[in-house]
């Protein structure tokens, strides 16, 4: 496995590959690795002749500094994991390298970014936008994998890969859990004991309302509030929203008929933690309510 830090060496190195035409999967995290980037990591193994994996603590995402100087790090560790994955090629810039002098450009999806994490956290998306779109021109690989985790920045994602007609294929890869159900995070490792146990909150009230689905409650608005709820009534978790939206769209749907995602985004001390599900209507089985 081989280290590069400089936009030209990573280049140079990928240029045989993409000459001779083979299949580069890249894997874009914030390092921290865990289970969640261990999944993309062996899909797109299992997927291309070649692995890139980018390790870059992207600034312009963070809207709270804080966050960004208490995101975890350990390079060395995630480079070890990452060569036990298979990885090829660790791409980890320096932030001048990504973001040098006179850098003055922004992509932004409009819509999709302004509402749930992005009202949230302006300014986020479109950090998440410009860096992939970045990373997309330098690594130019035929995949590209992202975690359905972050559900809204896929979406996103892929709207900015069709928008600017990028040359790679997104793919989708399922939440990874912890055993309790908390979906893994490198953000977990923040919480306290007692907020590590509030955190499983998130999952379960996401497994309740889909066994309140399962009765036959079809009304996204019932749904919701039990959802809300149901995160509300854990005294360590201060929930931000609870909703029911289209997977494609993100906006939020009167009924579950077509299979809409439930989206959850609370805060547990100061780590903010989200969440989400594909809510399925019980076949054959409605009643009222
Ligand atoms: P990050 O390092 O947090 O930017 O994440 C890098 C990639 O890993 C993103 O595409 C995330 O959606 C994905 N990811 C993070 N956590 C998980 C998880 N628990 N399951 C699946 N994918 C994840």
Known sequence: MHTYER??????????????????G??????????????????????????VMSLFVNPTQFNDIEDFEKYPRDPRRDRELAEGAGVDIVFAPAMEEVYPDGFDTVVAVRGLSDILEGASRPGHFQGVATVVAKLSAIVASTRAYFGEKDYQQLQIIRRMTADLNIPTQVVPCPIVREPDGLAMSSRNVRLSLPEREAATVLNRALKY???????????????????????????????????????????????????????VAATFGSVRLIDNRIITPAPGLERRG
């Open 209 to 263: 309302t889909q066994d309140i689905a399962d009765t036959g409650v079809h009304d996204a608005f019932v749904l919701t509030g039990w959802l809300a709820r149901t995160i509300e009534v854990e005294p360590l978790a201060k929930l931000d929203y609870a909703v029911i939206v289209d997977r494609e769209t993100l906006r939020e749907v009167e009924r579950i008929d077509n299979s809409p995602i439930a989206l």
């Open 7 to 24: 936009i030209a060496d990573l280049r140079d190195a990928l240029a045989p590959a993409h000459r001779e035409g083979k299949t580069i």
């Open 26 to 51: 890249f894997v874009p995290t914030m390092g921290a690795l865990h289970a969640g980037h261990l999944s993309l990591l062996s899909r797109a193994k299992a997927e291309n002749d070649l692995v």
